[in-house]
């Protein structure tokens, strides 16, 4: 069955450091990719999103993601991360197996010390 | 824009009783999406619509969750009855097409008892 793996679920990380959040998917077909950032007390929102083209993906706050095909792999990177980037990050990966459905991986909540 | 709104935000109830949560999402989004969020988990779809038609609902206990979306807008998800381990947050989103990024609602906390 397809599925997303997420590492490091839990991180603690010093206010200007570097983040890199690891997510790979278990689909050997076209994928669109996505991650998903949920804030203390927020919704859940959009923070990047791969179709294709340029592999390398920005989104909002600093962030950026790079699709490696061939490791069927979609890391999320930030090179100096903020206090207020303490929340918790989702992949999901958007499949097409005769049904479209995207599934989401379990989740990496980095905490970031002031 | 409006986002997805969804209804009520929390809710508490005992084993075997019945509840409903209500969902309505962005105008002109045809896609609609129930997801069950357990803690310390990732989302998981429940049930996907594309307008007022289900697309999936391979994951939804159908013994005892249903979920319509009449007219292709609002859309309401049912437990009956409910058992302990539904205790989640359920989550609404939508899309305009099932392959674009989701919207999310502000979800329901549902715990049983």
């Known amino acids: 069955a397809q599925s997303v793996s997420q590492h490091n679920h839990h991180v603690i990380l010093s206010e200007a450091a570097s983040l890199e959040l690891g997510c790979n998917y278990s689909?050997?077909?076209?994928?669109?990719l996505f991650w998903y950032v949920q804030y203390p007390g927020q919704h859940l929102q959009l923070l990047l999103k791969?179709?294709?083209?340029?592999?390398l993906v920005k989104g909002i706050k600093g962030f950026e993601a790079e699709f490696i095909k061939s490791k069927f792999s979609f890391n999320l990177r930030k090179p100096s991360v903020q206090w207020s980037d303490t929340a918790e990050y989702f992949c999901?990966?958007?499949?097409?197996?005769?049904?479209?459905?995207?599934?989401f991986g379990a989740g990496t909540r980095p905490f970031v010390k002031a | 824009e409006a986002g997805v709104a969804q209804s009520p935000r929390y809710k508490i109830i005992e084993k075997r009783q019945s509840v409903a949560f209500w969902c309505n999402p962005i105008s002109g989004h045809a896609t609609l999406y129930w997801y069950q969020q357990i803690l310390g988990q990732g989302p998981k779809l429940l049930i996907q619509f594309q307008n007022n038609g289900v697309v999936d609902d391979s994951q939804l206990p159908k013994d005892r969750f249903s979920a319509e979306r009449l007219k292709g807008v609002d859309s309401t998800l049912k437990i009956q009855p409910a058992k302990l381990e539904d205790s989640a947050v359920y989550l609404c989103a939508s899309s305009y097409r099932s392959y674009n990024e989701q919207f999310f609602g502000p979800g329901t906390r549902l715990t049983v008892l």
């Open positions: 999901a990966v958007y499949i097409n197996t005769g049904g479209f459905k995207t599934i």
């Open positions: 791969y179709f294709s083209g340029d592999p």
């Open positions: 689909y050997g077909g076209t994928v669109n």
